[in-house]
């Protein structure tokens, strides 16, 4: 459904000396299917959120091609069936805007009749677990988890096959994090939508998703089934993984073997 | 509410601007609201205290202060304000297009500003002024070529903080159109910052043009201007102190005015900002006092 | 020696009282909003004007609240060291970051610059910092956050405080950073022996490095133990709520990392 082909991305030239020919992504390829959920894991300046901009088209490669569905993300027609959920909660709906107009937006957009568009925002909300009462709330009477949740009814207003979550529990607390997750696998669930799940929280991707692919200065380490995450091959997802699972609270155990693991675990 | 609605609804923001409205008024109509002519000497009414047929008294040639202050709006007020929405214009659109496409648009127009910046203000006014010759229209052109530099830098960087917001990509990421973007979901976003420049800039640009004025180079002098008013009257200053009042204050009144109207448009536009609005849910700090908390410093 | 640590009513934050005895580490567990940071910022007396507190916070009996705000300078760093969310905004961006510490150091112990750089180049290293020197002239921008996460408890290290206040200290950095600076934090505390009060809404953070745990909603203390009894036998819904979605995460990983023959699906 969506194919990444050789794609390379360097920024600067112009001006910015630290940044000059610095290339944050090379030779990046990969497929991802219908229905499916791919984490991309890097640490930060891994170029992960770059690849997330290209995905989005906000920023063009400059080699190698993006394409959904057989279009080129290039052009807006393209990626008209990919939708996105960002990190930062403060300020991804317009400060300006209540939670009505934010959603209205992208509907307004699609062509929505005026009509349909109240109905529609409506079942949105309901969708993502919020009330009719927040259509009149402003984005700082938010909180972080339900700032988020409008987020993700903005992207799945517009009917997409896929959304790119680009850190887009990150910065919750773990506890909204977990419902987040939750309800990301519930709209899935019903939906079928594909995510990209932009992150650098291994637990949190191994929750969601299909299938990882580890980035790293720009180049991508390994892509490895989640659900055979043993048999890793690279030594940086390994790395990357045992660290988690160290993080989790299991750290000893990992080399200890399996029986040992599974007592610790709580 | 709409944006004028709100900004009716505060008492300080309406009277500011009535009072912006009516000198804009008495400026345009000086001719029929001047009790006097502001050019007409009277010698023997020097220093005279105001009375009734002089509203203001008069000034060291006996002329009408009122008068002179009535006629003085036009280029104290409109014509400083015009210059103003010309190079805050010119300033706006290249800051906000700077500040929104980054790369290589913003590296040129920037590279212009530290051009046009590094020439110090005064210098830059006085050589276009002498270069096309003294008067109001040419100071003004002095003016719009010397501001429009600092406002586009200061437009932009207030413009490059929004544009990276995680709402303007979004906008991007489904296919809204870069004008659009810019109109509805950057500008009224940077506004307040945009309001803030232009309301302290328009009393800095009147107290320039009465610097000018006295060097010659400004308002030829029998017409009547608040700066140079307020130069006339330095020489007096301390024996007829009240002669400096009426221009000092009027520009006093004007300015502020002006500021208030963009402190309000900021909070009318501005959801965070409003009295009105249902206290604030979540963020630090702002959970609604329950009684028992003790409030000790 | 005995820290005592009491504070009481606050606006956002009511009658909460808790002590970190010396050598232990106290975690601060909440969501966001619940008050941990301004907990944390009262005791640094660093709240803004708007905040008012009451109570008392008393540092091995000294009691912080009626300090004069030049002693309350002298406390900060000396005694108290605070250790921020994000690396990027504690330093100061137009300096070298090594310019705060000889700034720092130089304020509360008056060394000369190159016995403050020989101390900070050795601290430093042992935050498993390469190039101490080369890193102390390099600006903050230039730095990764983990790095100036770990450079911030290099100075603790050298500092020698008696209680260190880490808030929230790796909620802003990746997973491989998050590890490194938690590995720091423990090794801080092993080898100053300083007490340490740990903020974090991250509970599997919390169960690596604290001694006891203040779970705190709303302004309030909910519940208040040690690591094993909450972890093991919590009593409180709220508690367990957030204990379950972390538990929740970690299970699947560790199921899917234990290979096979664990998956649940």
Known sequence: ?266 | MTIHRKMWSDKLTAISLTVIAMVAFLGICAPWFAPHSPEQVHMELRYASPSWQYLLGNDHLGRCVLSRLIYGIRPSVLWVLAALLVSLSFGGILGILAGYFRGKTDQMIMRVCDIMLSFPGYVMSLAVVGILGPGIQNILIAFVIMKWAWFARVIRTSVMQFAEADYVRFAKAIGVGNAVIIWKHILPVALPDIAVISSSAFGTMILQISGLSFLGLGIQAPHAEWGMMLNEARGVMFSRPELMLAPGLAIVIVVSAVNFCSDALQAALDPKLQKNTRKPLRGQGLFPAKPKGEEVA | MRIWDHTTGKVVVYNSSFQVSQGRCLAIVGESGSGKSVTCRAIMRLNTFKMRQSGNIRLNGVDLAELSEADMRRHRGRHLCLIMQNGMRAFDPSSPVGSHFRDTLWQHYGWSRSQITSRMAKAMGSVRLQDPVALMNKYPHQLSGGMLQRMMIALAIVLEPTLIIADEPTSALDTLSQYEVMEQLIALRAETGCAMIFVSHDLSLVQRIADDIVVMRDGEILEHGTTADIFSGTRHEYTRHLLEAKQRLNRNFSNRMGGLQHVDR
């Open chain 1, 1 to 266: 459904m969506l194919t990444v082909d050789q794609v390379e991305k360097s920024y600067g030239g112009a001006g910015r000396l630290s940044r000059r020919g610095k290339k944050v992504l090379q030779n990046i390829s990969f497929v991802v299917e219908e229905d499916e959920v791919l984490g991309i894991i890097g640490e930060s300046g891994s170029g992960k959120s770059t690849l997330g901009r290209l995905l989005l088209g906000i920023e063009k490669p400059d080699k190698g091609t993006l394409h959904f569905d057989d279009r080129d993300i290039a052009a807006r027609a393209g990626r008209r069936r990919i939708s996105a959920v960002f990190q930062d909660y403060t300020s991804s709906i317009h400060p300006y805007y209540t939670v009505e107009k934010a959603l209205a937006e992208p509907l307004k957009l699609y062509g929505w009749k005026d009509g349909d568009i109240g109905l529609r925002i409506d079942f949105l909300l309901r969708q993502v677990g919020l009330d009719s009462s927040y259509r009149s709330k402003y984005p700082h009477e938010l909180s972080g988890g339900e700032a988020q949740r409008v987020c993700i009814a903005r992207a799945i207003s517009t009917e997409p096959k896929c959304i790119v979550l680009d850190e887009a529990v990150s910065s919750l607390d773990a506890s909204v994090q977990f419902q987040v997750l939750e309800l990301l696998k519930e709209l899935k669930a019903s939906y079928g939508i594909s995510y990209i799940f932009i992150t650098h929280d291994i637990q949190a991707a191994v929750y969601l998703c299909d299938r990882l692919m580890f980035i790293r200065s720009g180049q991508i380490e390994e892509i490895v089934s989640a659900r055979q995450l043993t048999e890793v091959r690279s030594e940086y997802a390994a790395a990357m993984l045992d660290m988690a699972l160290r993080l989790a609270g299991q750290g000893e155990a990992s080399s200890a073997g399996g029986e040992q693991r599974k007592e610790r675990i709580w």
